[in-house]
């Protein structure tokens, strides 16, 4: 069975002369040799396709794949990550993770968080705001939390993001603004422990898989779990599975937050405790990062018992029963 495995090469892009920063979100050459391994392991005949538009040429071709497996996050837009879906079912092709709604309201971590809270899901007061006359509108108690709306990898997060009065919050909020070119995300910055939550399945069938407590050095960033920390995030940050009641609730609460918004197969959420130990929801990623040995979903999987090989054959069984396709020989053996 073929599958044809879709990203975004971090080094072309870099070779184009884009920048650290705007390829931040995109993949190595490791993660890709990682994800064609572990699938040629469970029995898939793999095609490294490359980037969105790569698969589109291939589609016009009248080429198609048994299964699309696509980490491509996209380049430019507020929906950038819902392209590949899209495109796959333009032309009717079977494909992992969420559908293009999901993945475009998931990138918005406003309307992401509009929808959970209306479901009840605990989430910091916040604010959207895109240019001077909202930021002098804001009105929340300090201190404040700012970030980019439509950004992720911690991009635009740092010791700044945390503003104490009204002249940090202007100073900050305008220089997001224009760097990234977008609205600036402005929530009631939350004191507690900080969750991420890897869930695996889809519907009833859907779980935690494990709840990972992300500890930042406070002399780091100010200890936010920024971009700079987490490319090197083995010297400022301690990982560790959790499993107490707060742990527990923040899963739960991950959990409903993966329902509410429509996410498939797998996903990583974010939680933030606020001062009371009460878990909140910041922001779901609905194409995690892949990488063994760098991103949080399968080091978290790992921790909790679940081999690499395991995940990725989770993720993809999981995308297969959803849509009545057939496992490969190889793969329904290393799922029993």
Same mark, same amino acid.
């Given at each position: 069975?073929?599958?044809?495995?879709?990203?975004?090469? &971090?080094?072309? #892009?870099?070779?184009?002369?884009?920048?650290?920063?705007?390829?931040?979100?995109?993949?190595?050459?490791?993660?890709?040799?990682?994800?064609?391994?572990?699938?040629?392991?469970?029995?898939?005949?793999?095609?490294?396709?490359?980037?969105? @538009?790569?698969?589109?040429?291939?589609?016009?071709?009248?080429?198609?794949? +048994?299964?699309?497996?696509?980490?491509?996050?996209?380049?430019?837009?507020?929906?950038?990550? %819902?392209?590949?879906?899209?495109?796959?079912?333009?032309?009717?092709? =079977? #494909?992992?993770?969420?559908?293009?709604?999901?993945?475009?309201?998931?990138?918005?971590?406003?309307? %992401?968080? &509009?929808?959970?809270?209306?479901?009840?899901?605990?989430?910091?007061?916040? +604010? *959207?705001?895109?240019?001077? !006359?909202?930021?002098?509108?804001?009105?929340?108690?300090?201190?404040?939390? $700012?970030?980019?709306?439509?950004?992720?990898?911690?991009?635009?997060?740092?010791?700044?993001?945390?503003?104490?009065?009204?002249?940090?919050?202007?100073?900050?909020?305008?220089?997001?603004?224009?760097?990234?070119? @977008?609205? *600036?995300?402005? !929530?009631?910055?939350?004191?507690?422990?900080?969750?991420?939550?890897?869930?695996?399945?889809?519907?009833?069938?859907?779980?935690? /898989?494990?709840?990972?407590?992300? /500890?930042?050095?406070?002399?780091?960033?100010?200890?936010? #779990?920024?971009?700079?920390?987490?490319?090197?995030?083995?010297?400022?940050?301690?990982?560790? $599975?959790?499993?107490?009641? !707060?742990?527990?609730?923040?899963?739960? &609460?991950?959990?409903?937050?993966?329902?509410?918004?429509?996410?498939?197969?797998?996903?990583?959420?974010?939680?933030?405790?606020?001062?009371?130990?009460? =878990?909140?929801?910041?922001?779901?990623?609905?194409?995690?990062?892949?990488? =063994?040995?760098?991103?949080?979903?399968?080091?978290?999987?790992?921790?909790?018992?679940?081999? #690499?090989?395991?995940?990725?054959?989770?993720?993809?069984?999981?995308?297969?029963?959803? @849509?009545?396709?057939?496992?490969?020989?190889?793969?329904?053996?290393?799922?029993?």
């Amino acid at each position: 069975m073929k599958l044809g495995l879709v990203y975004d090469l &971090r080094d072309d #892009y870099l070779a184009r002369g884009f920048t650290e920063e705007e390829t931040a979100e995109f993949d190595a050459k490791e993660t890709i040799d990682a994800l064609a391994g572990s699938f040629k392991r469970l029995g898939w005949d793999v095609v490294p396709v490359g980037c969105g @538009q790569d698969l589109a040429r291939r589609f016009a071709a009248d080429e198609r794949f +048994d299964l699309v497996f696509s980490i491509a996050e996209g380049l430019k837009g507020r929906s950038r990550e %819902a392209q590949v879906p899209a495109l796959c079912e333009m032309f009717d092709q =079977p #494909y992992v993770f969420s559908d293009p709604l999901t993945m475009a309201v998931t990138l918005d971590k406003g309307a %992401a968080k &509009r929808i959970v809270r209306d479901a009840n899901v605990p989430t910091a007061d916040f +604010d *959207v705001i895109a240019n001077a !006359e909202e930021i002098s509108a804001t009105r929340r108690n300090f201190p404040l939390f $700012l970030k980019p709306l439509a950004e992720g990898t911690g991009k635009g997060c740092g010791g700044r993001s945390r503003v104490e009065n009204e002249a940090e919050l202007k100073g900050e909020a305008a220089r997001l603004i224009v760097e990234f070119r @977008q609205p *600036v995300l402005v !929530e009631s910055y939350l004191p507690g422990r900080e969750f991420t939550v890897g869930i695996l399945g889809n519907a009833r069938e859907a779980r935690v /898989i494990g709840v990972m407590e992300i /500890i930042v050095a406070t002399d780091t960033d100010k200890g936010a #779990y920024s971009l700079a920390v987490k490319e090197n995030w083995e010297e400022h940050v301690t990982l560790s $599975l959790a499993d107490d009641i !707060e742990a527990r609730l923040a899963g739960a &609460r991950a959990l409903d937050a993966y329902h509410e918004l429509g996410c498939r197969d797998a996903a990583r959420v974010d939680m933030k405790s606020d001062g009371f130990g009460s =878990p909140q929801f910041l922001e779901v990623n609905p194409i995690a990062g892949l990488r =063994p040995d760098h991103s949080d979903l399968p080091m978290l999987a790992e921790k909790a018992g679940l081999s #690499y090989d395991a995940l990725i054959g989770g993720i993809v069984a999981a995308a297969c029963v959803r @849509q009545g396709i057939p496992l490969p020989r190889g793969h329904r053996r290393q799922a029993a």
